[in-house]
């Protein structure tokens, strides 16, 4: 096995604040994914600067919200009912990749209608851009020690500080590399060198995204409140199975 490198999940501390990789990964993704395809925003949607500032505070908060209300109704919902003060409590963990998705998607269809551009070109630039969100994501989920595989004796294997004594599957870098990198790169090379019509693309990244994630599920270890729905699959697996419909469904409708 490998050994886990120790990593502080704040990398600077203000008196009393103390500002952490996971939260610089949220910001940084957005960002820096609008920089990145922000000729393809002012080619095809004419976005000005200011637009594109728009756009990233519409998709923070999209984001944070959506990621929060996620876990809350997916992951934990019964604890929460009980504990209602902790749902603003995100320092201290607890975002849905699912609910963040849905609000990202919320966010950019209202500023597609409050300022009156194509939401379906703004949804396949959304897709080309999560992906980087999603890689950093999961880099300081790593980072944390938080969202490991399941028990394994692969060579690569790492005993996490909350795990146990027994080595793991980093699975998040798994998803790092494959929900992010790997996506990231079909992706942007379709967007340059594939003409599809407006929303193909973003369906295309539903329907991968939802794949990769519902294969890898099975070596990443179920949330421990929830366990394995049925005995047989996790819940992050149960809403990949509604991307991958999703993103079939609307692939389809598209593309005729």
Wanted: proline share 4%.
């Amino acid at each position: 096995m490998i050994i886990y490198p120790k990593i502080n999940p704040v990398f600077l501390t203000m008196g009393p604040i103390e500002l952490r990789w996971y939260g610089l990964a949220y910001v940084v993704g957005i960002v820096g994914a609008i920089f990145l395809l922000r000729k393809e925003f002012k080619n095809r949607l004419a976005l000005t600067t200011d637009d594109l500032l728009n756009v990233i505070t519409y998709l923070i908060l999209g984001v944070l919200i959506g990621g929060r209300l996620g876990y809350i109704l997916f992951y934990d919902p019964i604890y929460y009912m009980t504990h209602w003060v902790k749902c603003l409590a995100i320092w201290e963990g607890g975002m849905s990749y699912h609910g963040g998705a849905l609000g990202a998607m919320t966010a950019v269809l209202m500023f597609a209608k409050h300022f009156r551009k194509n939401a379906w070109i703004l949804l396949d630039l959304l897709g080309v851009g999560s992906t980087i969100g999603i890689a950093l994501g999961r880099l300081s989920n790593f980072s944390n020690g938080e969202l490991y595989g399941r028990v394994s004796s692969v060579p690569w294997a790492m005993v996490f500080p909350n795990g146990g004594p027994l080595p793991r599957h980093p699975s998040q870098l798994y998803e790092a590399g494959l929900e992010g990198m790997l996506l990231f790169a079909i992706l942007y090379t379709l967007l340059k060198k594939v003409q599809l019509k407006s929303g193909v693309l973003f369906g295309l990244y539903v329907l991968g995204y939802g794949v990769i994630r519902f294969g890898l599920e099975f070596l990443r270890e179920p949330d421990a409140q929830i366990g394995l729905v049925w005995g047989l699959i996790s819940m992050g697996q149960i809403l990949s199975l509604c991307m991958i419909v999703a993103g079939a469904g609307l692939i389809f409708k598209r593309a005729r």
